[in-house]
T-cell receptor
């Protein structure tokens, strides 16, 4: 069974204080790892897809990296508007179809 | 604007009273899916559809029905809602369902009393 574990559950940063969020995964046949941002009361918003170990993607202050067992979302010099819950998800070949499994998220709070 | 539209945003109902949550997308996406989000459990897939008239169960399909008669619409039906179906529901779509990320709707908060 596919598993996705995100850590920490919550993270509080001062504005400008860089850090990383972790997503550990166990899947059979990874077909993609996804990062989403979710603001309170809203649906998740797609950020990145990573397909193979060593791949990196960047968007503004966010950078996602992938290894064979985990992915990191690095946040450089965060601003208060980066406060949100960040979700990781994996797509794999499981049970004969392509299945997407989500982690429970990391709630990030950036304090001015 | 490209989007997934869910209605209603909030719904309070009583046990056993049939309800439908609508989902519509304007991006000509083949793939659509329903998720429920509960604290500590994350997003769990209820049903998905790879194309018109093609639907299949996700991880937690019990108590739910879906239909895909048109490409743009994917309603979620609760024939006899129970309190354990109180949750935040999201509809999502993607072009093919194989490689790209999903576009999510804004969610429907359902309370069954």
């Amino acid at each position: 069974e596919d598993q996705v574990t995100q850590s920490p559950e919550a993270l509080r940063l001062q504005e400008g204080e860089s850090s990383s969020l972790n997503c550990s995964y166990t899947v059979s046949g990874l077909r993609g790892l996804f990062w989403y941002r979710q603001d309170p009361g809203k649906g998740p918003e797609f950020l990145f897809t990573l397909y193979s170990a060593g791949e990196e993607k960047e968007k503004e202050r966010l950078k996602a990296t992938l290894t064979k067992k985990e992915s990191f979302l690095h946040i450089t010099a965060p601003k208060p508007e980066d406060s949100a819950t960040y979700l990781c998800a994996v797509r794999s070949n499981s049970g004969g179809y392509q299945k997407v499994t989500f982690g429970t998220g990391t709630k990030l709070q950036v304090i001015p | 604007e490209a989007q997934v539209t869910q209605n209603p945003r909030y719904l309070i109902t009583v046990t056993g009273k049939k309800l439908t949550v609508t989902c519509s997308q304007n991006m000509n996406h083949e793939y659509m899916s329903w998720y429920r989000q509960d604290p500590g459990l994350g997003l769990r897939q209820i049903y998905y559809s790879m194309n018109v008239e093609v639907t299949d169960k996700g991880d937690v399909p019990e108590g739910y029905k879906v239909s895909r008669k048109e490409k743009r619409n994917f309603p979620l039906i609760l024939e006899s809602p129970s309190p354990n179906q109180t949750s935040l529901y999201f509809c999502a779509s993607s072009l093919s369902g194989t490689t790209e990320g999903y576009t999510f709707g804004s969610g429907t908060r359902l309370t069954v009393v």
